[in-house]
């Protein structure tokens, strides 16, 4: 008699360390293994960024569902596993966290836990006792911070989407310089774009394809559709011999972490979300060309920080008390230097005060500024000796637009909101297996 085929939802998260190695890197290597496997994929691989305001996070604080259909559960679990075991960094410091679940549907318990999981600190603790409540077939090395993200991972449900190619180099190019074309990159935005984003950085003259540290990752190209960001591949040129590539669906360039308005009497450090509010200090340059100003919120002051690498400082300081504004990032934590602060990532001025300057007043007669005389004693005019009695009001044009301020490119989080993205929503795409997803040179 034939076995039934079992559908498996698999979350994997935190195998990487700053010094190597990759989650999406890791489920490339087990896609590879599932291929040869007669194992149906049942979506694309998805790739969730979730809170990236968490400060032991590697990178972008991904983390990878698989979604699978085979005959031999038990089998492909014993080999993930010892997948994660082999393909973990470990030894310097990563925490690897993998869960399986099998069922057709995900509970609505796994959707709330992940949707906390993108604006909120959860411990270690209540993933644990998430897996046991649940009774949920998990695996963990380490102190278990990986369940974290495999949990939220099997339960995000995505109400927007992107895609990325992530193309991985062979080991032995592992820790080495990444050489790419940059007349390659910047062809290939100016031939796909807006269909892919934040790939060049043309105010900068700057690659925005390429990591930086030591992991198998050589570049990742996001887009809008798997399509997109495939033919972007092929234009993209280097010398160095790849050892292939996978397309990911993820919530990248959706300001995912920013859509929870938060409460100023319940703020807890690394949360991330939005506050709406009135601009109630001056904004003051501090060293290093931060701006920081404050807000009133529900008749809390909320402390706000725009750092200079965003480009919008500028902006920042062009606030002035009684601007209504909607300000979204994350909380940092006080120090004994530093008070709490929202670490703004957007600034979005919704009605501007009027910006009113009290002048001496002009007399009519002779057209010069008349001088006071003294405390509340009025205004004479020295030529002719006309009164006045209060000062004028002159209001002073504003340098600063009622619209949504966002930092450069170069300044981007993965999860940042590009500003060609700012209307435009990917809900459901079907998964299309005729499109060259995953590929090995």
């Known amino acids: 008699m034939l076995k039934k085929s079992k559908i498996i939802h698999i979350g994997i998260d935190d195998t990487d360390s700053p010094k190597g190695m990759c989650t999406t890197f890791l489920s490339y290597e087990i896609v590879k293994f599932l291929e040869k496997q007669k194992v149906e994929m049942l979506d694309y691989p998805s790739l969730i960024r979730f809170n990236p305001n968490i400060p032991w996070k590697t990178r972008g604080n991904g983390a990878v569902r698989l979604t699978i259909k085979t005959a031999n559960p038990q089998k492909i679990k014993n080999k993930i596993m010892q997948f994660v075991v082999n393909y973990s960094d470990t030894k310097n410091g990563a925490n690897p966290g ?6 057709e549907s995900i509970p609505p318990s796994f959707q709330k836990f992940s949707n906390l999981a993108l604006w909120k600190l959860i411990s270690r603790k209540k993933a644990k006792q998430f897996v046991s409540e649940n009774k949920i077939d998990s695996f963990y090395l380490g102190n278990g911070q990986g369940l974290i993200g495999a949990i939220g991972a099997i339960g995000y449900k995505f109400s927007d989407h992107t895609f990325e190619l992530l193309c991985y180099r062979k080991k032995s190019q592992f820790g080495k310089k990444r050489i790419v074309s940059k007349d390659s990159v910047k062809k290939m935005q100016s031939f796909t774009f807006p269909e892919t984003f934040s790939s060049y950085d043309n105010k900068n003259d700057r690659v925005l394809i390429t990591p930086h540290g030591p992991d198998p990752v050589f570049y990742g190209i996001r887009g809008e559709t798997a399509k997109s960001v495939v033919l972007a591949s ?4 280097t010398d160095e011999k790849l050892d292939g590539y996978m397309v990911f669906k993820s919530n990248q360039g959706t300001a995912d972490h920013l859509k929870n308005e938060l409460e100023p009497n319940d703020l807890k450090p690394y949360t991330s979300g939005f506050f709406v509010g009135k601009v109630c200090s001056k904004p003051i340059t501090e060293r290093g060309g931060h701006v ?8 809390r002051k909320i402390r706000c920080g725009v750092y200079k690498p965003t480009k919008i400082t500028k902006d920042a300081q062009n606030l002035i008390p009684g601007d209504k504004i909607r300000v979204g990032g994350g909380i940092r934590k006080a120090s004994k230097n530093h008070s709490r602060v929202l670490n703004v990532e957007f600034l979005d001025v919704i009605q501007l005060a009027k910006n009113i300057l009290l002048t001496n007043p002009t007399c009519k007669k002779c057209n010069k500024k008349m001088k006071s005389n003294g405390n509340r004693q009025g205004f004479e005019c020295v030529k002719c000796g006309n009164k006045f009695f209060s000062k004028s009001k002159l209001e002073i044009p504003r340098k600063i637009q009622s619209k949504l301020y966002l930092p450069d490119i170069s300044a981007h989080r993965h999860l940042t909101r590009p500003s060609q993205r700012l209307k435009k929503r990917n809900r459901n795409t079907l998964f299309d297996t005729s499109i060259p997803w ?4």
């Open 438 to 441: 995953f590929n090995v040179f």
């Open 234 to 237: 092929t234009i993209v040129s």
């Open 98 to 103: 993998l869960v399986f679940y099998e069922s």
């Open 292 to 299: 920081f100003f404050s807000i009133e919120v529900k008749g």
